[in-house]
């Protein structure tokens, strides 16, 4: 739906969850933010376009959040009804989100050898059947613009955390943001808002560092891309949500890292604490809870060692 005048919100179906595309449109042409999946061009984008009158070639630029596969699955697809569209992302997520098979080992596999936690194979045959990437035409950094015209300009925010290379988009002219899953909030929600599966970022300090980033728009309208909409104080709240999330995270560490421990026997430990999903959605912690072990092992409160080929964890403070 247009939910501000040239911001059109297209909500596609992944499973029991969804991925939220956001199209910026103006009289200089148009501006996509995320593809979803490979069925999600066809099946979703392109009926909403021709429903509301939006001709696929006036997309000049196709622009990835982030490298993960149900952001940048459908640029194979859009690149075919839009063969003008340049296709950009973050410089630090340039080659995932062109090579899949970097990005599963680089991006879903991280876990594998560290900490013995991979995706199960039929996930992996999923991400697979569901994804046909591009190169990318050129990388963003943040600071860049796209004049859209009238008076429609979109900056890119440089807004790490959940990957390296994670962007974000400032709609001046509906005060707008547009965040895709920079922002994570307490739990990863189904279509109908129950439990999917934790707050996968990764870089703690470089998450907060985001949040405190966008906060500072001060913008009254954020669009994410698993999420409803948040509008005034509901935006601010999911903001302040997501920043205690990350400290429930090191409660949690610190209460149940009483001896050396790996990751998994940490996540086990504590995820009754963090969260009301079944044992092997808990397991996709690994993400966050790395990202907070990572951030205490800086501040000296936490030491690395290994055991039988695994990481382990020991608390210090």
Not at 27 to 45: M, R, W, Y
Not at 118 to 125: F, G, H, K, Q
Not at 210 to 231: F, K, N
Request: aromatic share 8%; with cysteine; glycine share 10%.
């Amino acid at each position: 739906m247009e939910i501000r005048p040239g911001l059109h919100r297209i909500e596609a179906p992944i499973g029991v969850r969804f991925i939220a595309m956001h199209l910026f449109t103006g009289p200089n042409g148009a501006l996509l933010f995320d593809t979803g999946i490979d069925g999600s061009v066809e099946g979703t984008l392109l009926p909403y376009l021709a429903e509301h009158g939006i001709d696929p070639a006036a997309i000049r630029w196709v622009v990835s959040s982030h490298c993960d596969f149900d952001h940048t699955g459908g640029n194979a697809a859009l690149k075919e009804v839009a063969p003008g569209a340049e296709f950009l992302a973050g410089a630090a997520d340039e080659l995932m989100t062109e090579n899949l098979e970097v990005l599963i080992a680089g991006r879903y596999g991280e876990f594998a050898r560290a900490d013995g936690f991979d995706d199960p194979p039929e996930t992996t045959a999923d991400i697979r059947a569901s994804t046909r990437l591009v190169g990318v035409d050129r990388t963003l950094a943040g600071g860049e613009t796209f004049d859209l015209g009238g008076g429609r300009i979109i900056e890119v925010i440089a807004a790490p955390g959940h990957s390296p290379g994670h962007l974000a988009l400032w709609d001046g002219a509906n005060h707008a943001l547009a965040i895709s899953d920079a922002v994570l909030g307490e739990t990863v929600p189904t279509a109908g808002g129950e439990p999917a599966f934790p707050p996968t970022y990764r870089d703690t300090i470089a998450y907060v560092a985001t949040i405190d980033r966008l906060r500072a728009y001060d913008a009254s309208l954020l669009l994410t891309a698993h999420y409803p909409v948040y509008e005034g104080a509901a935006a601010t709240e999911f903001l302040d949500v997501s920043v205690a999330y990350t400290e429930r995270i090191d409660r949690a560490i610190e209460r149940h890292l009483t001896r050396e421990m790996t990751s998994l026997e940490l996540i086990r430990a504590a995820a009754q604490d963090l969260g009301p999903w079944p044992a092997d959605a808990a397991e996709y912690l690994i993400f966050p809870m790395t990202g907070n072990l990572e951030r205490l092992a800086r501040a000296g409160r936490v030491a690395v060692g290994a055991r039988d080929e695994n990481r382990t964890w020991r608390w210090l403070a």
